[in-house]
């Protein structure tokens, strides 16, 4: 529910709702008072006026002038039909054209049915009346058909519960199409986007040529992939350049040093100190045009079924010689029968490089552990040794190239993580680095 609410079309939606409802809601209020309520107050305004009319003259003129004034009244057209009843002092009807009303006398306003018989038919009124008892007992009722307000009162009131569930209903339907509208225009960006991420640079918002905002959102955010696109390229070509064009120079110069060692000419350590300075510089030219290849995609991967319990073991097996001779145990705890579709020479040298930083930074007599399980649907591989662990400032850049956190060794050229980044990318997969007491842990989740 918490997600439904977050999303901005399903807001957007919302809030139409309410306002076609409530827009609906004004102009139905809007019609009852046109149609219903002011008619319904003028009607009372002029019984009011009646009222207090037809009782001065009882008061001065006496009863047969009301009686007078009350038959001259019933002859009269009018918009509104005129009723009237007069019950003298001693309950006697003098003049009546109500067939029937209420025995007490009611307050305030009353509505009495009128249905009067005209040749074998039925005529319905209803009145709108105020009773009125005079001091020396005498009643007298007066009041006005308003048949045709109570019928357009009746109607609105009948129909309003129909037309709230239609408005309703409509606001729904309406806020669902504009949010699936919406949601198919943020969807490509979104769509897009992950592409990018993914390191596909060709991908580009779709545009619908309609000119709208979206479109107008889509021709921005492609001139910004045009440029960023631009840009990477430029920067990679340099550094493809730079390595190749160091390749020739860096293998003269390991044949030069390789020759002087063998022939003893020279400080023979101080060559042999060159000599692995040239190595390691091939080295880093080696994984940066590595890392580049896959970044660009100019390097195929190739998924296919792999059996990741093989494919562990014989990791381990290939550093087991080398943390034997650091004094380092290493171990391993891989499920068996864990099957990963993914391509095999990459994630073998992931593995190899998460297992090179952990012997690199283990101490004698200390312990590295690598496992493999299924978790939750998904794979874990996850490496733990017994090193120093990385300072929590240095967690988030880990797997930036050429960096190096403040508590390292030194040992390495600063690529190794990032080619394992570049890789886990590479098959939808995620890395954490964490900080145990006393232990370090790499987890690789692969999703189901």
Not at 360 to 386: M, N, Y
Request: charged share 25%; net charge negative.
């Amino acid at each position: 529910m918490r997600q439904i609410f977050a999303s901005l079309s399903f807001r957007l939606a919302l809030t139409y709702a309410v306002l076609f409802v409530g827009s609906l809601l004004l102009l139905v209020g809007a019609y009852y008072a046109i149609v219903v309520r002011v008619p319904l107050r003028q009607a009372e305004q002029v019984v009011r006026r009646e009222a207090e009319a037809l009782a001065n003259v009882y008061i001065v003129d006496g009863e047969a002038a009301l009686v007078r004034r009350l038959r001259a009244r019933d002859a009269a057209p009018d918009r509104y039909k005129a009723f009237h009843a007069f019950v003298d002092r001693k309950g006697k009807v003098v003049t009546a054209n109500l067939p029937s009303w209420p025995r007490a006398v009611f307050q305030g306003w009353g509505r009495i049915e009128a249905d009067i018989p005209v040749d074998g038919d039925e005529h319905d009124f209803e009145a709108l009346a105020l009773d009125r008892r005079f001091d020396d007992g005498a009643r007298l009722i007066v009041g006005r058909d308003i048949d045709n307000i109570t019928e357009r009162e009746r109607a609105l009131a009948s129909g309003a519960s129909f037309v709230a569930a239609a408005a309703v209903l409509l606001a729904l339907l309406g806020g669902l199409l504009m949010s699936r509208a919406i949601g198919r225009r943020v969807d490509r960006v979104a769509a897009t986007a992950r592409s990018v991420m993914a390191g596909d640079m060709s991908k580009r918002v779709s545009v619908d040529g309609s000119g709208d905002e979206f479109d107008r959102l889509a021709e921005t955010l492609n001139a910004m992939l045009h440029r960023i696109e631009h840009s990477m390229d430029s920067v990679r070509r340099v550094s493809d350049s730079v390595a190749h064009e160091m390749r020739t120079p860096l293998a003269r110069l390991r044949a030069s040093l390789e020759d002087a060692l063998a022939s003893g000419e020279g400080d023979a350590p101080r060559v042999g100190e060159a000599l692995a300075e040239a190595e390691r510089l091939g080295a880093i030219f080696d994984t940066v045009l590595r890392i580049a290849r896959l970044e660009t995609g100019s390097r195929e991967i190739e998924l296919s079924p792999a059996d990741l319990t093989v494919l562990l073991e014989d990791v381990a097996d290939f550093y087991r010689p080398e943390t034997e001779a650091r004094g380092v145990m290493l171990s391993t705890f891989v499920q068996a029968g864990l099957v990963l579709c993914c391509d095999r020479d990459l994630i073998f040298q992931a593995v190899a490089n998460l297992l090179d930083n952990a012997i690199r930074h283990t101490p004698r007599d200390g312990e590295i552990v690598l496992s493999g399980q299924a978790e939750r649907g998904a794979l874990l591989i996850t490496v733990r040794d017994t090193g120093p662990g990385i300072a929590e400032s240095d967690l988030p850049h880990v797997t930036e190239r050429f960096y190096r956190a403040k508590n390292g060794t030194g040992a390495g050229i600063g690529l190794g993580l990032s080619l394992v980044d570049t890789i886990a990318r590479l098959h939808r997969s995620t890395l954490a680095f964490v900080n145990l007491d006393g232990s370090f842990r790499v987890d690789w989740r692969f999703p189901a």
